[in-house]
């Protein structure tokens, strides 16, 4: 489980938040859009085992700063989290992204190969196959004017279920999580702002150099994904060279929610653990 506070770091001119734990070989956890951090709660202290592990949550998100005036491009995280691991004094580390968190994986592999020993990504974005239209219908004027006042009117529930495959687990205490961000006006204004700075030329343009990286990438997918085909799972599996793919029965969007013990085993397999 992560920790009840999280640590902070300042990169250029914000401040980012954090979980850290374990002791090994470096390892980086990056969400989505409609997550943060605690997505990664049912997998981190397994990890830890054999990982220093770090959750952190992207500018805009979670507990992490939400300034309005520069951009929450899969490019501008890249750059960010470049900064953020050095400030770690890490050296190369383990990369493992989740939707957008996916598609910040591959632009940093091919921006900053020497900076990684390994790329996952689950459940994915990549080429043009995003954004989804939820995210999509977030840049509309109605929609934003309902979203700025409340984002509570099922829509997010609507999305979350949608995106688990085990609907039990889509529990009060999950959905509070979900939520928390949206619960003020800073943190509205933050995730309608993540949905417009969002441009799916930050990974077309990086289509060809992906076809010559050498980094070990994993590709995992949830059978059950509502929202990303599996094309963009085999696309990249077929276009990376040496990548390995997993597909996984019963498991959604949210695959650390469905499945996060075979998550676990996948990645230390992957990792070398």
């Given at each position: 489980?992560?920790?009840?506070?999280?640590?902070?770091l300042?990169?250029?001119?914000?401040?980012?938040?954090?979980?850290?734990?374990?002791?090994?070989?470096?390892?980086?956890?990056?969400?989505g859009?409609?997550?943060?951090?605690?997505?990664?709660?049912?997998?981190?202290?397994?990890?830890a085992?054999?990982?220093?592990?770090?959750?952190?949550?992207?500018?805009?998100c979670?507990?992490?700063?939400?300034?309005?005036?520069?951009?929450?491009?899969?490019?501008?995280?890249?750059?960010?989290?470049?900064?953020?691991?050095?400030?770690?004094?890490?050296?190369?580390?383990?990369?493992i992204?989740?939707?957008?968190?996916?598609?910040?994986?591959?632009?940093?592999?091919?921006?900053?190969?020497e900076?990684?020993?390994?790329?996952?990504?689950?459940?994915?974005?990549?080429?043009?196959?995003?954004?989804?239209?939820?995210?999509?219908?977030?840049?509309?004027?109605?929609?934003?004017?309902?979203?700025?006042?409340?984002?509570?009117?099922?829509?997010?529930?609507?999305?979350?279920?949608?995106?688990?495959?085990?609907?039990?687990?889509?529990?009060?205490?999950?959905?509070?999580?979900?939520?928390r961000?949206?619960?003020?006006?800073?943190?509205?204004?933050?995730?309608?702002?993540f949905?417009?700075?969002?441009?799916?030329?930050?990974?077309?343009?990086?289509?060809?150099?992906?076809?010559?990286?050498?980094?070990?990438?994993?590709?995992?997918?949830?059978?059950?994904?509502?929202?990303?085909?599996?094309?963009?799972?085999?696309?990249?599996?077929?276009?990376?060279?040496?990548?390995?793919?997993?597909?996984?029965?019963?498991?959604?969007?949210?695959?650390?929610?469905?499945?996060?013990?075979?998550?676990?085993?996948?990645?230390?397999?992957?990792?070398g653990?």
């Open positions: 489980m992560l920790g009840p506070t999280p640590q902070r300042r990169i250029q001119g914000h401040e980012l938040a954090y979980h850290r734990q374990g002791r090994g070989a470096p390892l980086l956890l990056v969400h859009i409609t997550t943060y951090s605690f997505i990664w709660q049912g997998l981190f202290t397994q990890l085992e054999h990982h220093d592990v770090v959750a952190v949550d992207l500018l805009g979670g507990d992490s700063d939400k300034p309005l005036d520069v951009s929450y491009s899969v490019a501008s995280h890249v750059d960010r989290l470049e900064a953020f691991t050095r400030a770690l004094g890490w050296g190369p580390f383990g990369f992204g989740h939707d957008i968190g996916g598609g910040i994986a591959q632009r940093f592999a091919v921006k900053h190969p900076r990684l020993t390994h790329a996952a990504v689950l459940n994915g974005v990549a080429y043009d196959f995003w954004p989804v239209q939820p995210i999509l219908t977030m840049r509309t004027p109605i929609v934003r004017q309902l979203a700025m006042a409340a984002l509570d009117l099922g829509a997010l529930k609507l999305i979350v279920k949608r995106g688990i495959f085990h609907s039990e687990r889509v529990t009060p205490e999950l959905m509070a999580d979900f939520r961000p949206l619960e003020t006006r800073e943190g509205r204004k933050a995730f309608l702002h949905a417009e700075s969002l441009d799916n030329r930050d990974l077309t343009a990086i289509s060809e150099d992906l076809r010559q990286t050498r980094i070990p990438f994993l590709i995992l997918r949830g059978l059950e994904d509502v929202y990303l085909s599996g094309e963009i799972a085999h696309r990249l599996h077929q276009e990376i060279p040496g990548s390995r793919l997993v597909e996984v029965a019963e498991a959604g969007h949210f695959f650390q929610v469905d499945q996060p013990e075979r998550l676990v085993a996948e990645l230390h397999a992957f990792l653990a």
